[in-house]
């Protein structure tokens, strides 16, 4: 599975984007889509997670409720929507693949979980 991301820019505090990750390969192998983001000097923390076949999200209590995370079989893609952005938003925003069953339909939410990785896409949101 390859994955690259694209989409990130600069944008203004209370700004929007949208981050998307394209993804090619064995998708029928992908459980689960993440998005993760690591500012620096600073750890690499979970954003969103999609299951790539019922579509079921989570979110990390930070972004929730101005980020939406979804996916587009036709297109194997996986979008991140930010909206209402704030400057600690500001980071390097990875999309990521895992291809291993959770018990239960949960959503992996760790780094660990994830065998695959995209190449990185920069988000900086001035005051």
């Known amino acids: 599975v390859q994955l690259q991301a694209f989409g990130g820019g600069l944008v203004q505090a209370g700004g929007s984007l949208r981050l998307s990750c394209a993804i090619s390969g064995r998708t029928f192998s992908i459980y689960a889509m993440g998005w993760f983001r690591q500012a620096p000097g600073k750890e690499r923390d979970f954003v969103a997670a999609?299951?790539?076949?019922?579509?079921?999200?989570s979110y990390a209590e930070v972004v929730k409720g101005r980020v939406t995370v979804s996916r587009d079989h036709t297109k194997n893609t996986v979008c991140l929507q930010m909206i209402n952005l704030k400057p600690e938003d500001t980071a390097i925003y990875y999309c990521?693949?895992?291809?291993?069953?959770?018990?239960?339909?949960?959503?992996?939410?760790?780094?660990?979980?994830?065998?695959?990785w995209g190449q990185g896409t920069q988000v900086t949101v001035s005051s």
């Open positions: 999609i299951t790539w076949s019922g579509g079921s999200s």
């Open positions: 990521a693949a895992d291809p291993t069953y959770h018990r239960g339909g949960s959503h992996p939410t760790a780094a660990y979980d994830y065998d695959y």
